[in-house]
């Protein structure tokens, strides 16, 4: 399970309800510009999957917040490009919610397939 570090403490990413909600409305495409975004390591996007992900904690972390733990955690050397692609994939595309359609439309274009499969390992 996917897990976000704020203030010291590590928290677990969570897709739920408020989650999807929230996350369709970050992107004029909904769902699927969101995929899209998450499948590239989207900088402008992982902040509201981050942020997304976080509500059902209950922390009620403003999106402000999450902004600066990532800024803290890329000053420090502790979140990189590619953990950022990790984590939102895995948040995203490899979520309960999410994969089905992942799955179709890497069905339907073995390219995206592949480079998936490429990004996630």
Known sequence: MATFEINGKEYELKITYAAVKR??????GGSFELIGKAMQGDFDTFPHIIHAALLHTGE?????????????LIENEKLSFDDIMRLSNEVVTQ??????????????NPEMKKALKQLLN
């Open 23 to 28: 996350l369709n409305n970050v992107h004029e």
């Open 60 to 72: 009620n972390f403003s999106l402000q917040t999450v902004e600066d733990a990532i800024g803290e």
């Open 95 to 108: 979520s309960f919610f999410y994969k089905p359609t992942v799955d179709k439309l890497a069905k339907q």
